[in-house]
């Protein structure tokens, strides 16, 4: 069966062939207590399209409308809404998708997936526009730069390349990781970039001239995610050892994030290369990301995602654990943020 990016525009369209059977699944997991699953069945429609929903032991029925279904869990005080999504695109990939990213301007897409293509596509209609090859074994990553005109990504084949949307060029090839690389980021307009691996480092890249500005960082455990933010100015982000190349653009009062395999989140000054703080989680951590120059989130295989302040991160200032589900991404969304978890 291909994979399908499903955004449907009401529930009675998604919901036609579900009738009497489990269409959705949710789950709960109090903290120190086994994850709590259950199941949403449909029975049938109103006459104004509303479908009529039940769940299973435990869950209660909230709001139902045709774009969204309110579930709930009474005994252990939580809530879940399930949103229909907007339109399906079922033929760009023939296997699961593990990434994917939207152009500044909203037009584009651009995918990775585990049949091992990489392709751009009409975010409006799903028409696919280039397919990006050169890569050796899975992609991990991919990202648009701001212009919404170039795509970096990063690969098992341990290189971090640079395409052109326009007309899938690969124009420029980084090589220096020694393992697969697992994110990327993009300081500021894009002359620097930067990258995680496998290998347990993070690096900074200078675009123009196709060449590693340095390791930011060298952790010895695989670094599964990183963001790059502007940091609070109260911080210290420490002192250079040496003054900075002239390459570098926009290093300066930045901060990077590094999610570790090793149960560690870590902050280094990215113009500095110094270490800024060290917070040990409950597990691995996967990802990461910016919430303000003060505020940050990150995410654990063990389902927990923290909240932290860039000034004091002795004690996260609070810890959200919804499911035991792994936290395999997360992003800012007006005054909150999405995250997506393996369930």
């Known amino acids: 069966m291909a994979a399908t990016l499903r955004i449907q525009s009401d529930w009675s369209r998604a919901l036609r062939w579900e009738q009497s059977r489990p269409f959705l699944s949710d789950c709960c997991r109090p903290p120190g207590k086994p994850t709590l699953y259950g199941s949403v069945t449909r029975r049938g429609l109103s006459s104004d399209g509303i479908p009529d ?9 909230g709001e139902v409308t045709k774009k969204s279904i309110l579930i709930s869990c009474p005994h252990e005080n939580v ?33 990775t997936s585990t049949d091992g293509t990489m392709k751009i596509w009409q975010a409006a209609n799903g028409e696919i ?26 690969g098992m084949d341990a290189q971090l390349k640079i395409w052109s ?67 609070d100015n109260s911080l210290n982000l420490g002192t250079p050892e040496k003054p900075p190349s002239e390459r570098e653009v926009g290093t300066e009062g930045k901060i990077l994030l590094l999610a ?41 295989q063990d389902g927990n995602i923290y909240q932290l302040d860039v000034r004091n991160t002795n004690t996260p200032i609070q810890v959200i654990h919804r499911s035991g589900a792994p936290v395999l991404s997360l992003l800012p969304y007006r ?9």
């Open 53 to 61: 929903i039940v769940a299973s032991e435990g869950f209660v029925v």
């Open 165 to 231: 949307a326009e007309d899938a060029s690969c124009v420029v090839t980084f090589k220096g990781h020694k393992a697969g690389i697992l994110d990327t980021a993009i300081v500021d307009r894009g002359r620097n970039v930067l990258s995680c691996s496998r290998d347990g480092t993070a690096r900074l890249w200078d675009c123009g001239k196709s060449a590693c500005l340095g390791v930011i960082a060298d952790s010895g455990s695989p670094i599964n995610g990183i963001a790059v933010g502007t940091a």
């Open 129 to 154: 526009r280039r397919l990006l090859e050169g890569h050796v074994y899975d992609v991990n990553c991919c990202r648009f730069f701001p212009s919404g005109l170039v795509v970096l990504s990063g």
């Open 79 to 111: 809530s879940t809404k399930f949103l229909a999504p907007y339109t399906s695109f079922s033929r760009i990939h023939q296997k699961s998708i593990t990434c994917l990213d939207i152009s500044s301007g909203g037009g584009l897409g651009v995918s």
């Open 260 to 300: 570790r395999e090793d149960k560690k989140l870590q902050g280094v000054g990215l113009q500095s290369r110094q270490p800024v703080f060290l917070f040990v989680g409950s597990d691995a951590f996967n990802c990461c990301t910016f919430l303000s120059s003060t505020y940050f989130l990150a995410g654990t």
């Open 335 to 343: 005054d909150g943020f999405i995250a997506s978890q393996g369930n």
